[in-house]
C-alpha cells in the first residue's frame, strides 16, 4: 500500500488496526528458534515525550511497589528493571531546543551537531540539530554480529505513531542515527506509515509471478532508475560546493532504491504468515483522526515490530510514540485530561500536573499491554521478552522544566540476555544515560562505556548478571 | 504545522523566555536601530537587528549584488503536486513526501536534506501518478504515434517542461531506452517508466539557480538563464511549473529582456493562483498559519463559542484580509485598517452590527477596536493566545519581531522555566508581566516585549473587545523600551502603538524584510542581516507607495534577483 492510499484512508477512517492478535496467532514458532533452538536476542529502545510526574513514577528508595504512573506494569513486575538515579547525558545549558536536544543526547550520548538555518521564528532555539555520532541502538548493529540477522534486507526497524515531524527536520522525531557522516549523519527518520511498514515487511510484491515477469520486472525498474541516476550525476556536476551535500543524501536514497530492487517479502522458507491488518473502528465523532488513531497506531507499529521480531526478519528497532513537540490532545481520549492544549502544551502547564500525569501513565499503559503480549508468546524455553531487551524512556525528566536529572527509564525483559529483572534499581550518585548504554554494551562483550565521556561516570554494575 | 515549533519555542519563552540581562542588554545596546543609520554602499555594518527605523535614502544600487546565492531549491510538496497537475492532467497529494509539515520551510532551499524515506516516497508518488496520467492522458501524450520520433517528442516536450530547461540528446535517447524497457510490455508501460523516471529525477525535484557568469560582474556572481529565471517567476509568483505562455518566452530566451520580463511580472502578478500563493505565504508571516493549529478551551465557562466552524470563518477572514492587503492595500493599512472580511456569524460573535448571510464580504467596522488591521483581527488575537487564557507574551513578540523588527532576543536561559515555575499561578497576565519585569533573569528580554502584547490585553483568547471586566476598566497601557525613539514611552493601547509605527520608515522596512525571506527563500536571520544596496533599494521603493504590489515589483524586478553569488 503506498503513501497516497494510506493517506486517503486515514481520511476514511479506515486505519488499520489490530495486527498484534490476529497475527500472532496465526505464526509458526519463529525460524531461528525452531532451528537452532535458540532464540536470537533483541533491542527495542521505546521513547515517549514530554517528561513525567517523578513521584508518581519512581517508588519510594528501596521499594519495589509500583508508583501510579507505571501501576500498569504489574503483570510484568518479574520482568521489569525501574531504573532510577540516572540523568541524561547533556548540558542543560546548550541553547537548542531542549526536547531535540534531549532525544539526541538520550540515544547518542554526546551533544547534538547544528544543520543550517533557523525557523522564522528566528527563536535561537529553533535551530534543526542531528545527532554527531551513531545513537545505541545503530552502535550496537553495528558492532554485535549477534544482531543482525544473517542475509537480512531490514538491518533495523524506526517507527512513530505520530505523524507530524516537526517541520520534517530531524531535530525533534528521529531516534535512530547510523552516524555515516553525511548532511544528515545517517538520521533515519521513523515511518508513521503502518500499513506500509507492514507491506514492505511481509508483503512480496512479486507473489504469483513466474520467474521471467520477476526478471522484467526488475529490469523495467532498474531503467527507471539508471535514468534517474544518469540525470542526478549530471546535475551534481554543475552545482557548487554548498549544495553537493544535498544531492549526496539524494543519491545515497537512490541507492537504498536500487538495493530493494531484490525480490521483498520474507526469506523464502521462513513461515511467518501475517494475517492482514484488521480495520481500525471509526473513532468517536469529535474526535480527530489525528488524535484518536494515535494510540491505535502505536499498537500497529508495536505490533509490526513484534510480528517482524518473531519472523527474525529484524532484531533492533526503535519506537517513538510522538515528539516532544506533541500536539496531542489527550482529552479527547481520556476525558480526565481536561485541557485544551496538546501534550507539549501540557507539560508546560503548572496548573495541569494531573493531565501530565495521566497522559504520562496512558503511555505507560500501552507499552504495558504491549509486552504483555510479548510475554504470552513462548520461545525456547522462556517467552519471546525474555529474548527481547525493552529500554522505555522519556526525553525529559519534568516536562515544564525540561530537567535532565533522574529520568524516568524503564527496562524491561531480556532475562535470557543476562538482565537482572525484577528489582528497583538505583544507580550510582551522578550516573548518566551513558553507564546504562555501557552496562548494555558490556552485556553484548563490547567496551562498558557507550557517547560523550563527560557524560558518564563510570561502570554501573547490578543490571546484568 | 511547522508553527508548532514556533509555538512550541516561544511557549518556553512564556514561562521563561528571557535572558540572561547581559544577553539581552549587550544586544539591545549592540543591535539596535532607528537611528537614521544609512547604509547606501551595501556593506553589512554587522549587529543583528534590521535596518529599520530612520529614513534611510539610498544612491543607485549599481555594483550588481546578488539577492541570493547559487542553489539548487527543492520543490516543495505543494510545488510538485501544482506542477504534476499542470503537466500531466493527474491531481496527487496533497502529501507526497512523509514529511507533512514543512510549510514554514518551504520557502528555504538550504533546509532538510532529503532522507532515504523522502526517496522512498518520491519513488511511491510517481509509479501512482504515472499509473494515472497514462490511464487517462495516453492518446494525448502520444498523438503522434508510438515511433521513436514521437517518443523523442514526448520528451522534448513534456518531459523538459517538468525539468524546466531542454534535454541533451543523449538525455532523450536515455529517455527513449526507458521507454523501450517498458515497451517489452506495453507502450503504455513505455510512457509510464518515462514519467516516473522524469517525477524522481533531480531536474524535476530541483529547481536550478545556478546560472552563467555575469558578462562582466564581480567574481563569483552569475546570471541565471533564461529558463531558470522563467522558474523563478513561475514557482515564486504562482508556486508551480512555468505555464504555456512563460515558458515560450524562456524558450526563445525572450524572457531576459527586461521589457518581456516586467510584463510577465504584471502578467503573473494579476493572477489568482498568485494572490493564493503570496496569501500563503504573508499567513506565516501573520499569523494565520499559527491559527489554524489553535485550538481552545471550549468547556463551559472558557470559550465554548470557539466552535471548529467559528475557528473556520476566522482563518478564511483573516485570509481574505491578507489577500485583499497584498492586492489592494499598503503598509499603512497593515496596521490602521478598520476593513475585516466578516459573515453574518462571525460577525455575531464579535459584535459587529449590520451583517447578513452565510458569505465573507468586506466590511468598515465602526467600532474604534477594529481600526488596526491586522491587530484587529479576531484570528491573529486568537493564534497569539493560550487555549484557557490570554498571551501578551506571544502577541508582544508577534508585534516586536512581524512588525517592529526589534534586533534577535537570545533564547531564554537555563534557569528560565524554573524561575517561571515559582510565579503565583493564579496570577493575571498583567501580573505575570509584573513578575518578570520584576525578575532579573526574566526582564532584561521581557522589558522589551512584553509591553507590546500588554497593550492589547482588552481582546480576550478567541480576540474579542472587552473594555471592562469584574474589575473595571481592563488596563491596556504599558510602556515601550529599547525600541527606538520613534516608539519608545507609555503607550495606552494598541491604536497609540500604531500610530506611532506608521510614522517613518519602520514599519514599510520591517515588512519588506519579512516577506523578502519567503520570495527570496532565505534564512530569517540571513535576511535581518543582509544590509546590501540591492534589499535597501527594494525597501526604498516599497516605502515610496507603501503598496504591497510594489514591494513585489520592486523585488522581483530588482537586478539582484535574478543573480547569485556562486560558493
Known amino acids: 500500500m503506498n503513501r497516497t492510499i494510506f493517506a486517503k484512508s486515514v481520511a476514511r477512517r479506515t486505519v488499520l488496526a489490530g495486527v498484534g492478535a490476529g497475527v500472532a496467532g496465526m505464526l509458526l514458532r519463529p525460524l531461528q528458534a525452531a532451528e537452532t533452538g535458540v532464540a536470537p536476542k533483541r533491542l527495542l529502545f521505546v521513547h515517549r515525550p514530554c517528561g513525567s510526574v517523578l513521584e508518581k513514577f519512581f517508588p519510594a528508595a528501596g521499594s519495589f511497589t509500583l508508583a501510579p504512573i507505571i501501576k500498569s506494569f504489574e503483570p510484568l513486575k518479574s520482568d521489569l528493571v525501574i531504573v532510577n538515579g540516572v540523568n541524561c547525558s547533556r548540558d542543560p545549558n546548550w541553547e537548542s531546543d531542549k526536547h531535540a536536544a534531549a532525544l539526541i543526547a538520550m540515544m547518542s550520548g554526546k551533544k547534538f551537531q547544528f544543520i543550517g538555518a533557523t525557523n522564522s521564528s528566528t527563536d535561537p532555539n529553533a535551530k534543526n540539530i542531528i545527532s554527531q555520532s551513531a545513537t545505541i541502538d545503530q552502535y550496537l548493529l553495528q558492532k554485535v554480529p549477534a544482531l543482525q540477522v544473517p542475509g537480512g534486507r531490514i538491518p533495523s526497524i524506526q517507527s512513530t505513531a505520530y505523524g507530524p515531524s516537526s517541520l520534517g527536520l530531524p531535530s525533534f522525531s528521529v531516534m535512530s542515527y547510523s552516524g555515516v557522516p553525511g548532511p544528515l549523519n545517517g538520521a533515519m527518520f521513523p515511518t508513521y506509515d503502518a500499513p506500509g511498514l507492514f507491506n514492505s515487511l511481509f508483503v512480496d510484491e512479486n507473489a504469483g509471478l513466474t520467474p521471467a515477469q520477476i526478471a522484467a520486472k526488475t529490469a523495467m525498474n532498474k531503467s527507471v532508475l539508471d535514468r534517474v541516476t544518469a540525470d542526478l550525476n549530471r546535475l551534481s556536476a554543475l552545482v557548487p560546493a554548498s549544495q553537493k551535500p544535498k544531492l549526496d543524501a539524494h543519491l545515497a536514497g537512490i541507492q537504498a532504491l536500487e538495493k530493494s530492487l531484490q525480490p521483498t517479502g520474507p526469506t523464502p522458507g521462513n513461515q511467518c504468515k501475517p494475517a492482514a491488518l484488521a480495520p481500525l473502528a471509526d473513532p468517536a465523532s469529535g474526535v480527530t483522526p489525528d488524535e484518536a488513531h494515535h494510540l491505535a497506531i502505536a499498537q500497529n507499529q508495536l505490533a509490526i515490530i513484534q510480528t517482524a521480531f518473531q519472523c527474525d526478519l529484524t532484531r533492533v528497532a526503535t519506537f517513538t510514540f510522538a515528539h516532544g513537540n506533541s500536539g496531542l490532545r489527550f482529552n479527547k481520549i481520556d476525558p480526565t485530561v481536561d485541557k485544551g492544549d496538546g501534550h507539549h502544551g501540557v507539560s508546560h502547564d503548572t496548573s495541569a500536573a494531573a493531565a501530565q500525569e495521566r497522559i504520562d501513565t496512558i503511555y505507560c499503559e500501552q507499552m504495558s499491554a504491549f509486552l504483555q503480549k510479548m510475554k504470552a508468546i513462548p520461545e525456547g524455553t522462556g517467552t519471546m521478552l525474555d529474548n527481547t531487551l525493552v529500554v522505555f524512556f522519556n526525553e525529559c525528566a519534568v516536562g515544564n522544566t525540561h530537567s535532565i536529572e533522574n529520568m524516568p527509564v524503564l527496562m524491561i525483559g531480556g532475562k535470557g540476555m543476562g538482565v537482572k529483572t525484577g528489582q528497583h534499581f538505583q544507580a550510582p550518585a551522578g550516573s548518566y544515560m551513558n553507564d546504562i548504554w555501557g552496562a548494555v554494551c558490556g552485556s553484548f562483550g563490547l567496551e562498558p562505556k557507550f557517547g560523550d565521556a563527560a557524560f558518564a561516570k563510570g561502570t554501573v554494575n547490578g543490571l546484568f548478571a | ?567
Open chain 2, 1 to 567: 504545522m511547522g508553527l508548532r515549533i514556533a509555538a512550541c519555542i516561544g511557549w518556553l519563552s512564556v514561562a521563561a523566555a528571557p535572558l540572561l540581562m547581559g544577553a539581552c542588554s549587550s544586544d539591545v545596546t549592540g543591535g539596535n536601530h532607528a537611528t537614521g543609520a544609512s547604509n547606501s554602499g551595501g556593506t553589512s555594518s554587522g549587529g543583528g537587528s534590521a535596518s529599520v527605523g530612520g529614513s534611510v535614502s539610498t544612491e543607485a544600487c549599481t555594483d550588481g549584488v546578488a539577492l541570493a546565492k547559487a542553489r539548487i531549491w527543492r520543490l516543495s510538496d505543494a510545488q510538485y503536486v501544482n506542477a504534476v497537475r499542470q503537466l500531466f492532467g493527474v491531481t496527487a497529494g496533497p502529501h507526497i513526501t512523509q514529511v507533512e509539515d514543512v510549510a514554514e520551510f518551504t520557502n528555504l532551499s538550504e533546509l532538510s536534506p532529503v532522507s532515504n524515506n523522502t526517496i522512498a516516497s518520491y519513488q511511491v508518488a510517481a509509479k501512482d501518478i504515472a499509473r494515472q496520467a497514462v490511464a487517462s492522458h495516453f492518446d494525448t501524450f502520444m498523438a503522434c504515434g508510438t515511433s521513436d520520433s514521437c517518443v523523442q517528442q514526448f520528451v522534448r516536450n513534456r518531459v523538459a517542461r517538468a525539468f524546466g530547461r531542454r534535454l541533451d540528446d543523449t538525455e532523450v535517447a536515455g529517455y527513449v531506452d526507458v521507454y523501450h524497457a517498458g515497451l517489452t510490455e506495453s507502450p503504455q508501460m513505455g510512457v509510464r517508466l518515462m514519467i516516473e523516471a522524469t517525477l524522481q529525477s533531480p531536474s524535476f525535484l530541483y529547481r536550478t539557480e545556478l546560472g552563467t557568469p555575469t558578462p562582466g560582474g564581480p567574481k563569483g556572481q552569475v546570471s541565471m538563464t533564461p529558463h531558470e529565471i522563467a522558474a523563478l517567476l513561475a514557482f515564486s509568483l504562482t508556486n508551480s511549473v512555468p505555464d504555456e505562455a512563460l515558458w515560450q518566452k524562456a524558450d526563445t530566451g525572450a524572457i531576459a529582456d527586461p521589457v518581456v520580463y516586467g510584463q510577465e511580472v504584471d502578467r503573473l502578478l494579476a493572477l489568482p493562483e498568485t494572490k493564493a500563493n503570496l496569501t500563503q505565504l504573508a499567513g506565516y508571516w501573520l499569523g494565520i498559519e499559527k491559527l489554524k493549529l489553535t485550538e481552545k478551551d471550549t468547556s463551559p465557562g472558557k470559550f465554548p463559542e470557539f466552535t471548529p466552524a467559528l475557528k473556520a470563518d476566522m482563518t478564511l477572514s483573516t485570509q481574505l484580509f491578507v489577500q485583499d492587503l497584498l492586492t489592494t492595500g499598503t503598509v499603512t493599512d497593515l496596521v490602521t485598517s478598520s476593513k475585516m472580511f466578516l459573515n453574518e456569524s462571525m460577525a455575531t460573535a464579535f459584535g459587529i452590527p449590520g451583517v447578513t448571510g452565510t458569505e465573507m464580504k468586506p466590511v468598515q467596522v465602526a467600532a474604534a477596536e477594529r481600526h488596526n488591521g491586522i491587530l484587529s483581527q479576531p484570528g491573529v488575537l486568537a493564534a497569539y493566545s493560550r487555549p484557557t487564557r490570554g498571551d501578551p507574551i506571544h502577541r508582544g513578540l508577534f508585534a516586536f519581531y512581524g512588525l517592529a523588527c526589534g534586533g534577535q532576543v537570545p533564547a531564554p536561559p537555563a534557569t528560565a522555566l524554573a524561575v517561571a515555575a515559582t510565579f503565583p499561578p493564579d496570577s493575571t497576565e498583567r501580573e505575570l508581566a509584573g513578575l518578570r519585569a520584576a525578575n532579573p533573569v526574566c526582564l532584561a528580554c521581557h522589558a522589551r516585549f512584553d509591553p507590546l502584547g500588554l497593550i492589547t490585553e482588552r481582546f480576550d483568547p478567541i480576540g474579542r473587545y472587552h473594555e471592562t471586566d469584574a474589575n473595571g476598566p481592563v488596563d491596556q497601557s504599558s510602556a515601550i523600551i529599547t525600541l527606538g525613539p520613534d516608539l519608545d514611552g507609555p503607550v495606552n493601547g494598541v491604536a497609540e502603538f500604531t500610530a506611532k509605527l506608521v510614522q517613518g520608515r519602520r514599519l514599510s522596512d520591517c515588512a519588506a524584510q519579512n516577506l523578502a525571506v519567503f520570495t527570496l527563500g532565505r534564512d530569517t536571520v540571513d535576511v535581518r542581516a543582509d544590509t546590501s544596496c540591492a534589499l535597501q533599494s527594494v525597501k526604498d521603493a516599497f516605502a515610496k507607495t507603501g503598496k504591497f504590489q510594489d514591494f513585489y515589483k520592486a523585488l522581483i524586478t530588482n537586478p539582484g534577483f535574478l543573480k547569485r553569488d556562486v560558493q
